[in-house]
């Protein structure tokens, strides 16, 4: 018997997994970034008078423009959304040994009936580098002082990861199929 006929792909239901264990993860990510220096709008005393912004001006800063990068990198939601980062770092770099695939694999995916069809993995391997892009420019954003853009980076990724999680619907994978049937990938070039 020969390779073509070995079944190849994923189980579909280890996306799904993962995507649920994610929103988790970035839920409190979300939640920690609100509640952090990205959203507070006291800005710093300078002395024995408030801070008030001009009437009608266009911008006020809030506090996260009077932080150092330090206290930028140690605010909680940064922390949180960094390790969601390096989580869809991992799923991209090494899928098989990324560890939600792991645990499915090993712990989830056993007492299951074999699923009825096997898909491709590589949708579900972009999505997890759609979703490296979204968190890691709310991170960088974050770190150059952008006012809420971490909140709404990882509330963008929540909310992908949650109608992944929950009705099946994987936006990143949506996008693979657009770009691969627009020819930009996941098709070999001829030589």
């Known amino acids: 018997m020969s390779d073509s006929h070995v ?9 799904r997994f993962v995507a649920a264990i994610t929103s988790v993860l970035l839920a409190l ?3 920690l970034a609100l509640t952090g220096i990205s959203t507070t709008r006291e800005a710093a ?6 801070y008030q912004p001009l ?13 150092t990068v330090w206290q930028r990198i140690f605010d909680p939601g ?4 960094a390790i969601v980062a390096a989580l869809f770092l991992w799923g991209v770099v090494s899928p098989r040994t990324a560890p939600w695939g792991v645990v499915f694999r090993r712990l989830v995916q056993p007492r299951l009936a074999p699923p009825a069809e096997l898909e491709d993995p590589r949708p579900p391997r972009f999505a997890q ?15 150059v002082a952008v006012p809420w853009a971490l909140p709404i980076a990882t509330a963008a990724a929540l909310v992908a990861a949650l109608l992944n999680a929950v009705f099946g619907l994987c936006l990143g994978c949506q996008l693979y199929l657009l770009l691969q049937r627009a020819g930009l990938v996941g098709r ?4």
Do not use: E, M, Q
Request: without cysteine; positive net charge; charged residues 5%.
């Open 45 to 50: 005393s300078f002395g024995w008078f408030a």
């Open 29 to 31: 990510a979300t939640f």
């Open 55 to 67: 009437a009608g001006a266009a911008y006020a800063p809030g506090a996260l423009a009077f932080t």
């Open 129 to 143: 580098g759609v979703g490296l892009v979204v968190t890691g420019a709310g991170l960088i954003l974050h770190l």
């Open 78 to 81: 940064f922390i949180a959304a």
């Open 188 to 191: 070999s070039r001829p030589a």
């Open 7 to 15: 079944p190849t792909g994923i189980d579909p239901r280890g996306p």
